[in-house]
């Protein structure tokens, strides 16, 4: 089978952006790559639309680099400021109405089990803490609940990034927003204690100050997910143009949360961890 992902129409092939070239060329898909190769291939156009120091930008190469089957992964995304760098990688991608990416990630995942019986297809969500939190809750925990084969990722910046800065159910108690001028109201929205809750088999808190431990959990996550159940990973992606500190800071503001408010964090069903111990043993 080919792992190519991105094939132009020959006629055009050359006539597209050196950026995208290389990114055909040289995508994630081609071989087994993984968090440590980062660097030493294409994983998402230099030239995104992202602000300096996007969290989000970070996460979503990390994630890309972290998947098990790129090719055969469907990515489904949502408004906000991840779908502009998912639209930049070359990944099998898909946009949903803000709120609605867990109900048509089970929708797809369900056809693609029937479509491909003897072949696996990841269905991962990967969206922010706004349509994750508040508009996507319902739709998300009833996915869980359901214990749909799909993994979900939160890029959570804390705030409605894309929008100019509204509060999200994520952001932090007293945060003051661009639009929550007398800070945020209440705390943040325990979706990880929920996870563990409505039926998730596996999750992880991390943040972008630990790439090792977000290839782990990913890779755990879709791994679990295809045979034992939902599963999910929170990802701590810091917005400098929201939160406002210094676009060179990210990966320091991440770490100082590592090691308060934002530790990691992880559980695991015995049923999914019987799973991992013979895929593991398996390999
Ligand atoms: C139904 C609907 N409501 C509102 C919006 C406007 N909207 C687009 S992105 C967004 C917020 C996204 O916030 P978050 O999910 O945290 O992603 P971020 O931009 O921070 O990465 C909103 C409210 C929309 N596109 N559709
Ligand atoms: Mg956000």
Known sequence: MSLRILKPTAEFADLLPKEYQELVENGPYHEQKGISDLGTFKEIIEEHPHCA????ALGV???????????????????GCSFFGLAQTALNYSNTAFGNQNAVASGLK??????????????????????????????????????????TIMVDNEVYGNTGGQESGMTKEGQVLNMAPEGKKFPKIPVFELARTSGCAYGARVTVASPRKIGEAVKKAILVAREVGPTYVQIYTPCPTNLKFPPDQTVKVA??????YYSFEEFISPEAQEYMQKTTKAV
């Open 110 to 151: 369900r056809m693609l089990k029937i479509r491909y019986p003897d072949r696996n297809k990841d269905v991962v969500v990967l969206v922010g803490d706004g349509g994750i939190a508040d508009i996507g809750l319902d739709m998300t925990l009833h996915s869980w609940l359901r214990r749909e084969n799909i993994t």
């Open 61 to 79: 190469r990390l994630v890309a680099a972290s998947l098990p089957a790129p090719a055969d992964t469907l990515i489904i995304g949502t408004p």
């Open 53 to 56: 120091g996007c969290g989000v």
């Open 255 to 260: 770490k100082d949360a590592e090691a308060g």
